[in-house]
């Protein structure tokens, strides 16, 4: 019974090294390839990281040389612009001096005119405003005197009536008398 207690344990135990040295043996294989396929994944990283990186500055490259051959262009641009600008303004001045020295008398003399015309039209105004106010006193003056010619012909009728009647009074005392 002693005996059966040392061996059946020694039995598992062989059996036990015998897995385990069995497994141990893949696992040493399966722990270098995947160390292995590691060591590859990274040195593709780093390869791909490195082509990114190569046609990263490529691209930047590229893109900077576009952006100085354009800011060149709207350097350029903007100096033909400038100096169209600049003589434009220089023709315009230089136009606006001549024409302020041809036009410089003339616009005195239009001023001048143009004073002596306010005097005429403040001189027509106030006579139309003379004319008016005696037309204005002709027309109240024509209404009073109509109605002063109606007055008159009413007068010269009542007149006329008092004649007659004064007529037919003399005739008939003349007539009186002499009955």
Request: positive net charge.
């Amino acid at each position: 019974m002693n005996k059966a207690y040392l061996i059946w344990p020694l039995i598992g135990l062989l059996v036990f090294g015998a897995f385990y040295w069995n497994a141990s043996k893949g696992f040493a294989e399966r722990d270098r390839q995947v160390a292995i396929q590691k060591e590859k994944d990274r040195q593709d990283r780093i390869t791909a990281d490195l082509l990114r990186r190569k046609k990263a500055i490529e691209d930047a490259i590229k893109a900077q040389e576009e952006r100085h051959a354009a800011r060149l262009l709207k350097e350029k641009k903007e100096e033909d612009e400038r100096i169209a600008r600049d003589a434009m303004v220089e023709r315009r001045d230089r136009a606006f001096n001549d024409v302020n020295r041809r036009l410089r008398p003339q616009l005195d003399r239009l001023k001048v005119d143009a004073e002596a015309v306010k005097e005429e039209i403040k001189q027509l105004e106030l006579q139309k405003k003379q004319y008016v106010d005696e037309e204005t006193f002709l027309r109240g003056f024509v209404r009073t005197a109509e109605a002063n010619v109606k007055t008159y012909y009413d007068l010269i009728e009542k007149i006329k009536v008092a004649d007659d009647a004064r007529a037919l009074a003399d005739a008939a005392a003349a007539k009186a008398k002499k009955d």
